[in-house]
């Protein structure tokens, strides 16, 4: 569950002492070169493109929460680029462009010890998202817990169904992954028998909880 977007805007950089450095890398697929100078790694930032205009400039923010790559880290679907920036790492990111005499300005960075520098908006919008994150991830676990107690193979997997249906309005990324996990296993649920199916429930619920524990470290603001 990686929060990342780029937008348009048109305010002022906040200026602040960042223990990082980004460059424009310029081509056919333009990239951002991230460079941690500090002592702590870097799990979520923003930063923006500036480049010159004739009434101005122009700036695109691109913003990241990799916190969970703690967790996902090396999972055949997750993105290299998308994971924490240890101290003296550079990452290249991938932007949408690069016109010429752009640079790069840092928004916020926030730290694996949960200390942050930058703007406090920004900063405070990635610890809501954590929390918020947290909260799901408590939600899936629960569930599961819930089913494999007192049920076991498809007759969890049945109740797992249920409890994820969907309910209208938006649904978290926590609840749609279960949903699609649970409904997964009940589609080879007439191949396998009742303690595949559990061991396929369990190791998720396994993997659900890591994450869950990596949100509760990670939301705490310092």
Partial sequence: MIRMFAVAATVAAFVADFPATGRVISGPRPQVELKNTGDRPITAWSFAVVSPTATGTHRETHTADVYLSE???????????????????SRTLPIDSAPPGASVQFVALVFDDGTSVGDPETIGSF???????????????????????????????????????PSGGEESVPRRSARDAVATWLQ??????????????????????????AAVRHSRPL
């Fill in 188 to 213: 080879r649920a007439k191949a396998v028998n009742d303690d595949d199916l559990d061991r396929s429930a369990r190791t998720y619920l396994a993997f659900v909880t890591k994450q869950y524990e």
């Fill in 127 to 165: 610890f809501a998202h954590r929390a918020a994150e947290r909260d799901e991830l408590k939600k899936v676990v629960d569930a599961f817990n819930a089913a494999l107690q007192t049920k076991r193979g498809a007759a969890a997997l049945e109740d797992l169904q249920k409890r994820f249906a």
């Fill in 71 to 89: 967790v996902t880290h090396g999972l055949p679907q997750s993105e290299a680029h998308l994971d924490w920036l240890r101290p003296n790492e």
